[in-house]
């Protein structure tokens, strides 16, 4: 456990981002959902408009550090070659 009044302070703040990550995590995760099962439906128009609506949300998750960038825009490079191929 923590002793000193910074440690206890930082001890606090990690609480507190975690919760934060977490529900970020989960939004991305959500969304991700969304595509994934607009494509597995077949139907093209859908998986776009998930897909338009999931990239930014990867972005900011990766933007505030949930997701590392090149993670982030690998998803999103995959799943719109697979949103693409859907359509073709």
């Known amino acids: ?4 009044p910074s440690a206890k ?9 975690t919760t934060v990550n977490g529900a970020r995590r989960s939004r991305v995760r959500t969304f991700l959902r969304k595509v994934e ?3 597995a439906s077949g139907k093209a128009e859908d998986a776009k ?12 998750a ?13 998803k999103v490079s995959r799943l719109a070659a697979r949103v ?3 359509s073709a």
């Open 1 to 4: 456990m923590a002793n000193t």
């Open 9 to 17: 302070k930082a001890a606090r703040k990690i609480l507190r981002r």
């Open 37 to 39: 099962e607009a494509i």
């Open 49 to 60: 408009t998930a897909l338009r609506a999931a990239e930014p949300e990867i972005m900011r």
């Open 62 to 74: 990766a933007q505030k550090g949930v997701l590392h960038k090149n993670t982030a825009s690998r």
């Open 84 to 86: 693409k191929a859907l």
